[in-house]
């Protein structure tokens, strides 16, 4: 196993900023609605896990959930209809494969084959 203290690991760096792209890319592209709510949706929560795998590095869970989040946006473009949204859905197909390239690198890194903490317990709050 890496690195497995809070906030240094690149990977969920990375896709915390694929999420704040993906929440601000509708602001910057005129695209259609599907597009936009799938990104407004999608930005945030994916931002928001990427924070939390980086506060709490063992969990396994929260990389899994990146990673579901990665898939939807990639698949995104063709079960919400905006595939002739050219931009708008080489938007979702880049960011969403970033997204499940650099989740699964996490998962094989903490042996994610399970959901949890490998072993591991959440801190306790103070």
């Known amino acids: 196993m890496r690195d497995v203290r809070p906030w240094v690991r690149?990977?969920?760096?990375v896709n915390l900023?694929?999420?704040v792209y993906m929440a601000i890319v509708p602001l910057l592209f005129a695209t259609v609605y599907a597009a936009s709510?799938?990104?407004?949706?999608?930005?945030?929560?994916?931002?928001?896990?990427?924070?939390?795998?980086?506060?709490?590095p063992r969990v396994r869970t929260i990389e899994w959930l990146q990673l579901i989040a990665g898939i939807w946006?990639?698949?995104?473009?063709?079960t919400l209809g905006f595939t002739a949204t050219t931009q708008a859905a080489w938007n979702a197909w880049i960011v969403g494969a970033v997204v499940v390239i650099f989740s699964a690198v996490r998962l094989v890194e903490l042996g994610g084959h399970s959901f949890g903490?490998?072993?591991t317990h959440l801190p306790h709050a103070a």
């Open 10 to 13: 690149g990977e969920d760096w």
């Open 17 to 19: 900023v694929a999420g």
């Open 37 to 56: 709510a799938n990104a407004y949706i999608m930005g945030p929560v994916i931002a928001i896990l990427a924070l939390l795998a980086l506060a709490y």
């Open 73 to 78: 946006l990639f698949i995104g473009p063709w």
């Open 117 to 119: 903490t490998g072993g």
